[in-house]
Every structure is written in C-alpha cells, then in structure tokens.
C-alpha cells in the first residue's frame, strides 16, 4: 500500500510539472466561457462546472426535480461538462498507452491494492434504519462460488441498493473498475474530470484482476459484479460463461430505474463530484439493459437453475 501511494505521488508529481508544456504541445480545444480545467476539490459548494447555471441544474436534481431526457441532451451545462471531458481527453490521450516501467509498475501495484480489498462493511445505521457502507469494501470475504451480475443504468442505485447489501449478506468481493480508476494519477489530478483519458487503463487493470477470481488466488471467492450490460451475448461471453467454467453458480440482479431519472443523476455526481462520463455514452444505453435482463428471466445458469430468482419493480415509463 505504501508502495503504490510512492508511485502515484511521484506520478503526481511528474503531471504537475510537465502539464504546461504537454498542454503546449497539444492542440487542446479551447475552453468556453464558465469552463475551467478543474484545480478544486469538486462539491456541491463548488461544483465541476462553476457558474450559477450549473449551481441550479445541481439544485434542481438534488431537490428530485428530474429534467426530461430531451431536456438533458439540449441542457447548457452538460454541453460544457462535455466539453470539459473532451479538454481532458485531448489533454491525456489514451493513458492505456503509456508504456513506461514506472507506470507498469504502477498498474500493479493498483491491481494488487483492488485484490486486496474485501465486502462492503455497514458504518453506520441512518435514523431510517438504512445503513451507510464505507466508501472501500474491507470487510471478510467467503469463499462460497457465488457471483452475482447486477444490472442497471449509471447512477440507478446499483450500489446502494443491491451490491452492498447483498456484498455484506454474502461476504462478497465487489468487482466495480470504478475502485480502479479513481486511483489513476489522471483521475486524481483532474478530480473525475479526466475519467475517458483513464477508461481503457483502468478496464484492462480490472480485466487482469478479474482473472485472478477465474485462475487465481482468488479463485471460488464471492464476488458481485455491477454493470449496465445492453449485449446479452458480450455479458455471457466475457463474465458469465468464464465465472461458470470456474465453477460459480451465477445470479443476476437488476435495478430499475426511469433513464431521465438516472441521467440526472449521472450529472448530479458529475457536477458534485464524480467521474465525468460524455453524456452520448451517459444518456444512450436506452432500454437495452432491460431488454438483457428480460432475456435472463427466460434462462438458467450452468447448475440448472434460474438466473433470476426474484421479479424486478415495474419499469415506470420514461419523462
């Protein structure tokens, strides 16, 4: 651990002073008025995107006031926040390229750190009697072959509540690249700003640790995946069918959620303080993933029994 935090700072370090004459180098786009590389601790308070306009488009999501979907595609704001992304992307380029032994040695030591983590572990107990889950999953791990898929739109309430109720029931290693690629010194240095520069880094250190649950240390392990998952065929091909030939009988889960609801909420985390996703992949996966889980109902796994055990809520219709 005190490894991998040597080789981000010093990752860190080398950014910040090569940042000017890289971004010299670089044909960057020119930024709009109100759009600021981002050299702050994104909240609320002082949002990604910091202008008043922005501060209300926050409000309003944060108050449940949902804009509609056509709403959200013409929204001044998330054409800035798309701009910004792409600031970041010219800015980084693709840092799955970045050959280097430093930053070799740096993907492994993430992969090592994001092995060494556990299930998600209750801090405490709201008044409602819902629990809040630390923001890491360090709690113990059962060695069961259980995996759980579960499916849903960005920002559907995936996490809250599914995988860390069912991570903590099951004892269950949480397999969410998100872990992953908010420790990439890109990330870090943009604050979420620079997350489709880090994707493809980040997914390719996932995939490695993937593998350790199918042929490795952590072989038979409990795990849960979360994905949006719109191709039936690619899900089964890259998780389901591995997860199986190792031996885990494999469930599948999903949260509904109305698309407009969940693409405010994209922007929400966005704007207050989470990775920035451009709005085409954000906004575009449509009614894909409920079709995939539909699809599920009707097959069984590799130990002869259903994928889905329990009915999903109703889908409300799209605003």
Not at 60 to 89: C, F, R, W
Not at 97 to 119: H, V, Y
Not at 156 to 184: C, H, W, Y
Request: glycine share 8%.
């Amino acid at each position: 651990m005190k490894t991998m935090r040597k080789l981000m700072a010093l990752c860190l370090v080398l950014l910040l002073a090569l940042g000017c004459a890289l971004a010299e180098e670089k044909q960057l786009p020119e930024l709009s008025e109100g759009v600021k590389p981002v050299t702050w601790e994104v909240s609320e308070d002082h949002p990604m995107i910091d202008t008043d306009e922005a501060r209300a488009l926050l409000q309003q999501i944060i108050a449940g006031d949902y804009p509609t979907m056509e709403e959200l595609k013409a929204n001044h704001v998330v054409a800035q926040l798309d701009e910004l992304s792409a600031y970041y992307k010219a800015l980084y380029g693709n840092t799955a390229e970045i050959d280097t032994p430093e930053r070799k040695a740096l993907r492994e030591e993430l992969k090592s750190w994001f092995l060494g983590l556990g299930s998600a572990t209750v801090e405490r107990i709201r008044d409602d009697g819902s629990a809040v889950y630390s923001q890491l999953p360090t709690g113990e791990l059962s060695r069961e072959y259980k995996m759980e898929l579960v499916l849903g739109l960005p920002a559907s309430g995936k996490s809250t509540r599914i995988v860390n109720p069912d991570s903590n029931a099951m004892n269950a290693f949480i397999l969410d690249p998100d872990m992953i690629k908010e420790q990439i010194p890109e990330y870090i240095e943009s604050h979420g700003a620079g997350a489709d520069a880090i994707h493809f880094e980040g997914m390719n250190i996932f995939d490695e640790a993937v593998q350790e649950f199918l042929a490795g240390d952590m072989k038979g392990t409990n795990a849960i995946l979360p994905i949006v998952g719109t191709n039936l065929e690619e899900l089964m091909e890259k998780y389901i069918r591995p997860f199986e030939e190792a031996g885990y009988n494999v469930k599948v889960k999903f949260k509904e959620a109305k698309p407009n609801e969940a693409a405010a909420r994209v922007v929400m985390r966005e704007l207050g303080g989470g990775q920035l996703i451009n709005s085409k992949v954000a906004f575009d996966f449509g009614a894909g993933v409920v079709d995939v889980y539909e699809a599920f109902k009707t097959m069984t796994n590799a130990f002869g029994e259903p994928y889905v055990e329990e009915e999903a809520e109703e889908l409300a219709p799209a605003a």
